[in-house]
């Protein structure tokens, strides 16, 4: 029995630890990264729950959403151009994510600046330029209610 107890807790040792799901701020979310194509989502994510193709001011869109409150966006279709998530499971390596307080994204992410634009509240890293890759936290009632990553268009 003793061997058997042993011969369990090697293997369960042996196993790879499970990949944190992550914010990587200016890189990416959940493994996405901004200008991954849409193979290299689909690798990291799998397959997406709804896919959408539409159309914007700046041409044709197409948005693959996934459970847990993931959506990857491609402007142009080819590359991703931004990510967010609404889900809980995603944190920064200081452990900021949805439903963190603002205080939180204050003092444990570096460079952001706190604001409300027109009416929202938000913290994000680098300036709204078109060009600039942002990292926005979106903040109601004192709460992290989304994260976005993105490159500013315009």
Request: hydrophobic share 40%; proline share 7%.
């Given at each position: 029995m003793l061997l058997s107890s042993v011969a369990v807790l090697a293997a369960a040792l042996a196993l790879p630890a499970?990949?944190?799901?992550?914010?990587?701020v200016d890189r990416g979310i959940s493994g996405v990264r901004l200008t991954n194509s849409q193979a290299e989502v689909?690798?990291?994510?799998?397959?997406?729950?709804?896919?959408?193709?539409?159309r914007n001011i700046f041409g044709p869109t197409l948005t693959f959403r996934y459970r847990g409150g993931i959506t990857v966006f491609f402007q142009g279709r080819r590359n991703v151009t931004a990510v967010f998530t609404t889900g809980r499971g995603d944190r920064?390596?200081?452990?900021?994510?949805v439903g963190s307080s603002?205080?939180?994204?204050?003092?444990?992410?570096?460079?952001?600046?706190c604001e409300t634009i027109v009416g929202t509240r938000t913290c994000h890293t680098n300036?709204?330029?078109a060009g600039q890759r942002v990292t926005d936290f979106q903040i109601r009632n004192g709460r992290v209610t989304r994260v976005a990553l993105a490159f500013v268009i315009d």
């Open positions: 499970a990949a944190p799901a992550l914010i990587q689909r690798a990291a994510l799998g397959k997406p729950r709804r896919i959408i193709r539409d920064t390596a200081r452990g900021v994510g603002e205080q939180a994204v204050r003092t444990r992410v570096p460079g952001v600046r300036r709204f330029e």
